[in-house]
């Protein structure tokens, strides 16, 4: 794997090298107000987490025309890496920059250090900073919606999940489905397999084959491509979008997809830059505010979809939490009694799994 | 025995890419010629291969055109680097960068759309073997290229006069030269020869094996099909081990996690890599036989003027 990682670079940097001259070449004829930058995990053409962030980076650029223009920088791996390439954002005159991966959480707040006039978003992390806030959409809500339904059309009773990496985001995402599933259809369980990438369309396909051979008829993911859907529709069973509407890739298995939203965040945050009245914050949006909506429900029963549709509803106006109690971990210990609810740090931090999740979670 | 036969046609699907790579960079090496453009000879592939398929709606065509477009990048690399003498290494690792840009840029207009999955061409009556028959003959078009191509390779380069050109070209390219056979002419058919095979492992990626289009959806697989080649020190049937211990494996400990083994996944997520280059490299322990494999020549310019 090493040789493949240093030829990535190579390619990597070489791409950063050409974009940065582009960008000092055509610097002086601009006239915009700001510049805004993008880094994103995965190719902009992965029709997941990357095309979603994309497209709210359109949005602002539709929203400020001539005042404003973007620059991405795509498939930048987390690590070393990103640190290069925000520090050349950083560098080239961007007064606003996203950084949309967990893993560039300590890069940006490294590269912020040495560059305080410039206004860092970082994504999903937890580290904040005078000049660097967080942002992150409440991706558990529509989890619990899906576990809802996952529970209520499931005949084998076993739901299968593939899952990328054992961090905090993507535990909670298993538990809320779990505790979702569990909540109609107490007798079902998750299998949960760790592809330990976040895109690779093979990988991810052939996770979701090895769940299907093992019982699982309902198929989720927290992976960016739609290859663990089309692979769940090709072999005849049920499962869900990720990140986006991916019903043109599963048209008889895609129940809904979480789709997340950023457009609204981008554009309101480009515009406090502007405005002068950008500060520092945690942002932590879900149903309620728009950061995370659910596709169409589709090839469902009336009533399992008359019930996805009560739990979307709740969920959204604040009558229910996905996290509210009883919830039992693994072990048999009881993380919440029955009316207590799970704070958002505990959220933040989660690194155990629920009851009904089969295996013992990665450390 | 149906999970096991389950667990099989999936491995049979991860093997495929790689085995289809490493074949047709197995005989460019032997001509003498390293190409280290297998990963954006391959992505180009794949998406000239669902390009055509979704455009015309024929599954032949887009495995056809995947072939080309691998013929058509290997030609650039055999242009610079037999014609005007560009350093190889350089000239693939450009190769792929120039691969992976040109396919997200062709492959634009083609993101979130579907294609019919390649259907299996059952071979009649051996299809209907208990077990084997659906693991052996019950697969499609390309699978059973990645064999046929495989023994076709091992048996020309052993067999026959044009295997021994080949040979000689790639372990001594002045004294084949002397003897009087065009070095330029055979090392480059052997570079399209490893273009089109790297075009038939697009195609499967994005026409059989994950049927859509997406960015870098190659994820690095013509980087191990490169290293099975070495790995494999140059000879066909250690390919064919190489590449199906590295799928099994993959596959393997992705059942193996499901089925609830309380290995890290991190660590199983090693384990292909890890096994794989631990049993070549056990069983290519003879130095005096990698030499006698090893291509002489790989990656040596060749002056004709010499």
């Not at chain 1, 950084?99 to 300590?106: C, D, K, L």
């Not at chain 1, 079902?188 to 330990?196: I, T």
């Not at chain 2, 870098?216 to 020190?233: C, D, E, K, S």
């Not at chain 2, 992705?254 to 890890?274: A, C, D, T």
């Amino acid at each position: 794997m090493t040789q493949i990682r240093f030829n990535r670079r190579a390619i990597l940097g070489a791409f950063v090298g050409a974009a940065a001259a582009t960008g000092l070449a055509i610097a002086p004829a601009q006239a915009e107000d700001l510049k805004v930058g993008f880094v994103y995990v995965g190719p902009i053409g992965d029709h997941g987490w990357t095309y979603r962030h994309d497209i709210g980076r359109l949005a602002v650029e539709e929203a400020f025309g001539d005042r404003v223009s973007t620059t991405y920088v795509e498939s930048v791996p987390e690590g070393a890496d990103a640190e290069r390439v925000i520090t050349q954002l950083a560098n080239s005159g961007h007064g606003l920059i996203f950084t949309t991966s967990f893993g560039y959480m300590n890069p940006t707040i490294k590269v912020a250090k040495r560059f305080p006039n410039v206004k860092f978003e970082h994504a999903t992390g937890y580290k904040q900073a005078p000049n660097v806030s967080t942002y992150s959409g409440r991706f558990y809500e529509g989890r619990f919606v899906q576990g809802v339904i996952a529970g209520m059309m499931t005949k084998t009773n076993v739901a299968g999940y593939v899952a990328s990496f054992p961090i905090p985001e993507v535990v909670r995402g298993i538990n809320a489905f779990t505790l979702g599933m569990k909540s109609v259809n107490p007798d079902a369980s998750l299998k949960v397999v760790w592809v330990s990438t976040w895109y690779d369309p093979g990988k991810e396909g052939d996770a979701a084959k090895a769940l299907i051979d093992q019982g699982a008829d309902i198929i989720t993911q927290h992976t960016d491509s739609p290859a663990p859907l089309q692979t769940a529709e090709n072999r005849g069973v049920m499962g869900f979008g990720q990140a986006s509407d991916m019903i043109q890739f599963a048209p008889k298995s895609q129940m809904t997809a979480n789709i997340d939203d950023w457009n609204p965040y981008y554009v309101a945050r480009t515009k406090a830059v502007l405005d002068g009245t950008w500060e520092s914050g945690d942002t932590w949006h879900g149903l309620a505010e728009g950061m995370l909506a659910m596709a169409p429900f589709t090839n469902l029963p009336a009533d399992v979809q008359k019930k996805a549709e009560e739990t979307l509803a709740a969920l959204t106006s604040g009558e229910m939490h996905a996290f509210d109690g009883p919830i039992t971990n693994q072990a048999g210990e009881v993380v919440a009694k029955a009316g207590e609810r799970l704070d958002d740090g505990v959220l933040l931090g989660m690194n155990y799994y629920v009851e009904g999740v089969e295996g013992s979670l990665p450390k | 025995m149906d999970a096991l036969m389950l667990l099989l046609l999936t491995v049979i699907t991860a093997a495929t890419p790689l085995l289809l790579a490493a074949t047709g960079e197995l005989v460019t090496e032997k001509a003498g010629v390293l190409n280290l453009g297998v990963e954006g000879m391959m992505i180009v592939g794949a998406v000239t291969a669902f390009a055509v398929a979704v455009t015309t709606g024929s599954s032949g065509l887009g495995i056809i055109a995947g072939a080309a477009a691998g013929v058509l990048m290997s030609g650039i690399f055999s242009f610079l680097t037999l014609s005007l003498l560009a350093n190889q290494v350089a000239t693939g690792l450009a190769l792929t960068i120039f691969g992976i840009g040109l396919s997200s840029m062709i492959g634009k207009g083609f993101v979130g759309l579907a294609v019919t999955p390649l259907s299996q061409l059952d071979i009649p009556g051996l299809s209907a073997i208990p077990f084997l028959g659906p693991i052996l003959f019950g697969q499609d078009v390309l699978v059973y290229l990645s064999f046929v191509m495989l023994f076709a390779v091992s048996y020309v380069l052993r067999k026959t006069r044009i295997g021994l050109i080949l040979r000689a070209v790639g372990d001594s390219h002045d004294a084949a030269h002397a003897i009087g056979y065009s070095v330029l002419k055979v090392r480059y058919l052997a570079v399209l020869f490893g273009g089109a095979m790297s075009g038939l492992a697009g195609a499967y990626l994005s026409l059989a094996y994950t049927p859509l289009w997406a960015e870098n959806m190659t994820a690095g697989r013509g980087w191990i099909a490169l290293a099975l080649v070495v790995f494999a020190t140059w000879r066909p049937a250690r390919l064919l081990l190489g590449a199906y211990l590295f799928g099994g494996i993959t596959i393997l400990q992705l059942h193996g996690q499901s089925f609830g083994w309380s290995i890290p996944s991190q660590i199983m997520s090693m384990l292909p890599y890890l096994a794989t280059i631990a049993v070549l490299v056990v069983i290519s322990g003879d130095r005096a036989k990698i030499r006698l494999n090893a291509p002489a020549c790989l990656g040596k310019v060749f002056h004709q003027t010499k």
